[in-house]
């Protein structure tokens, strides 16, 4: 087994498809590291996530644009001819993921505010 780990930001908010019988939430996380040169820059890694079952259906409305994540699970890599030239896509299939900081200011979403508003009419079982 290959084990994967990533931290980065959400690229878009999660899609539900529909693969037979079975859901899949599927998203991107966007992994910037610096690289210390003569020049600095940075370099972004994007790597595909899937969440397959219910457990993605439930997290869905939190896996949101700009929502800092990070995601564990099986990795692996789809090669493939774009233009002539070789590309490839880094993928996961999440077993775990772990919620970090909100999107940025400059990101607003209603999906997070409608999924964490409190309701006080609400009975709690405790």
Request: aromatic fraction near 8%; glycine fraction near 10%; include cysteine.
């Amino acid at each position: 087994m290959i084990k994967l780990i990533v931290s980065g930001r959400v690229g878009q908010d999660a899609e539900i498809k529909n693969v037979g019988d079975t859901t899949v939430c599927s998203f991107s996380v966007a992994h910037t590291e610096k690289v210390y040169s003569p020049t600095p820059s940075e370099k972004t890694i994007w790597v595909t996530c899937s969440i397959w079952g219910e457990r993605g259906v439930k997290l869905e409305p939190y896996i949101v644009k700009g929502t800092y994540v990070v995601v564990e699970g099986s990795g692996g890599v789809n090669a493939y001819m774009k233009n002539g030239e070789a590309a490839a896509v880094i993928r996961c299939m999440v077993n775990s993921i772990e919620f970090g900081g909100k999107p940025t200011a400059a990101v607003e979403n209603t999906k997070v505010s409608e999924a964490t508003t409190f309701k006080p009419e609400s009975d709690f079982p405790f």
